[in-house]
C-alpha cells in the first residue's frame, strides 16, 4: 500500500518541478542575457562571447554551413575569420522564449540586425545545458535567414 503511495507523490513531486521548470522566470532572464552579452560582442566583431559559452561538444549551424560544425576547437576555427569583419550598429531580439527542464533550456528568438541602411533577419535556436560548474552553455546553435515570401 505505502509504494504506490509513495510513487504517486513522487510523480506529483516530479511533475511539479518539471512544470516549475518550464516557466522559471530565472532561467529564462539568465539565458537571454548570456545571449545578449554574446550578441552585443558579436556585433562589434568580437566572436569571443559565443565562444566562451559554447561547450567543448557544441555543434553548430548557420546559412553558409554545408555540414554540421562539431566541437569548440572547429567552431574558433570557423569563427577565426569573422573576427573583426562584423559591424552592427544595433539590433533586436525579437520574440525570446526559453523553454527549460532540469539541465537544458531552449532558446528561441528572432533578430534584426542593423548595418548601415539595411537590416537582416534572422531565426535562431540556442540548446543550453548547465554544466557540473553551475554555467549555462550551449551545446547547438542554429541560425537561418528569414526571407520575405
Not at 58 to 83: A, H, R, W
Not at 108 to 127: G, H, I, P, R
Request: aromatic share 12%.
Amino acid at each position: 500500500m505505502k509504494k504506490p503511495i509513495l510513487l504517486t507523490l513522487f510523480l506529483i513531486i516530479s511533475a511539479k518541478m518539471c512544470f516549475a521548470q518550464t516557466i522559471n522566470n530565472d532561467i529564462s532572464e539568465t539565458i537571454i542575457a548570456l545571449e545578449k552579452v554574446a550578441l552585443d560582442k558579436w556585433n562589434r566583431g568580437d566572436p569571443s562571447g559565443y565562444l566562451d559559452l559554447s561547450a567543448e561538444d557544441v555543434t553548430y549551424f548557420d546559412p553558409s554551413t554545408e555540414q554540421c560544425i562539431e566541437g569548440l576547437d572547429n567552431l574558433k576555427k570557423y569563427y577565426k575569420p569573422m573576427e573583426g569583419q562584423i559591424n552592427v550598429s544595433k539590433y533586436e531580439m525579437l520574440n525570446p522564449k526559453v523553454t527549460a527542464l532540469n539541465d537544458m533550456a531552449v532558446l528561441t528568438f528572432s533578430l534584426n540586425s542593423y548595418k548601415a541602411d539595411k537590416v537582416f533577419k534572422w531565426n535562431c535556436t540556442e540548446v543550453y545545458r548547465l554544466d557540473s560548474n553551475g554555467q549555462w552553455k550551449i551545446i547547438h546553435t542554429h541560425w537561418s535567414f528569414f526571407m520575405e515570401p
